[in-house]
């Protein structure tokens, strides 16, 4: 039959996004475009770790057009003399080689047991990861190294100096409101605080110290 023929047959593969994010690409091999199951290939892409979402779309009569939404590192975790990457849902994802030179901030914790590797997640992490991608998103405000201080307690330092206190025990969504007020009136202000501590239902800062001549400190005016 014509609709089996090779005009059918798949030639093209568009991909918007990393390639290497599809670990097999022969799945793609031999594949009648008019007859192909658009949503179990979903399923199947779905299943690869660095691919968060694909829209798939037939161009006949012989081209694949697929977008890939990818999951992209926002931290490395150091544990147990191990690296890991992992994105905003805390999903550990493969080290590849365009991932090496990522400016990233940089989780050093002892306290966390990481099992299974790649493609899982790490659920203790989620409320802290929310926060440094929403750190991250401001402009000229970045965090340079994160270190675990407890299970629940973690502390981040910004590329400013400033240290802040966290709990990834409470609603991330509150610790974020208070942290976006704050970042707007130490910008109007045009000075910011040595300590941002958030791990309490109201911040407590405290200021910067300016070393004297003669040894005494102040406070930063």
């Known amino acids: 039959m014509y609709v089996t023929g090779p005009d059918f047959l798949l030639h093209e593969v568009i991909?918007?996004?990393?390639?290497?994010s599809i670990s097999d690409l022969q799945i793609f091999r031999q594949q009648n475009l008019l007859f192909l199951d658009t949503r179990l290939l979903k399923q199947q892409l779905m299943t690869e770790t660095l691919i968060k979402s694909a829209?798939?779309?037939?161009?006949?009569?012989?081209?694949?057009?697929?977008?890939?939404d990818e999951r992209t590192p926002v931290v490395r975790l150091r544990s147990s003399d191990q690296t890991y990457l992992l994105d905003t849902e805390g999903v550990i994802l493969?080290?590849?080689?365009?991932?090496?030179k990522l400016q990233l901030?940089?989780?050093?914790?002892?306290?966390?047991?990481?099992?299974?590797?790649?493609?899982?997640?790490?659920?203790?992490?989620?409320?802290?990861?929310?926060?440094?991608?929403?750190?991250?998103?401001?402009p000229q405000l970045q965090i340079v190294s994160l270190?675990?201080?407890?299970?629940?307690?973690?502390?981040?330092?910004?590329?400013?100096?400033?240290?802040?206190l966290l709990d990834v025990g409470k609603?991330?969504?509150?610790?974020i409101a208070s942290l976006l007020f704050l970042v707007k009136q130490f910008r109007i202000e045009g000075k910011w605080?040595?300590?941002?501590?958030?791990?309490?239902?109201?911040?407590?800062?405290?200021?910067k110290k300016i070393v004297q001549p003669h040894g005494a400190t102040k406070s930063a005016q």
């Open 15 to 20: 991909i918007t996004g990393h390639e290497d």
């Open 55 to 68: 829209d798939i779309r037939k161009i006949f009569p012989d081209k694949l057009s697929i977008t890939i």
């Open 94 to 100: 493969p080290l590849l080689p365009r991932f090496a």
């Open 105 to 138: 901030p940089e989780i050093g914790c002892q306290l966390l047991t990481v099992i299974n590797g790649q493609g899982k997640d790490i659920p203790a992490l989620k409320p802290l990861l929310a926060i440094i991608s929403e750190i991250n998103r401001q």
């Open 147 to 164: 270190t675990c201080i407890n299970a629940t307690y973690y502390s981040a330092v910004l590329d400013n100096g400033t240290e802040i």
């Open 171 to 175: 609603d991330p969504t509150q610790t």
């Open 193 to 207: 605080p040595q300590l941002l501590d958030l791990r309490f239902d109201k911040p407590v800062l405290q200021e």
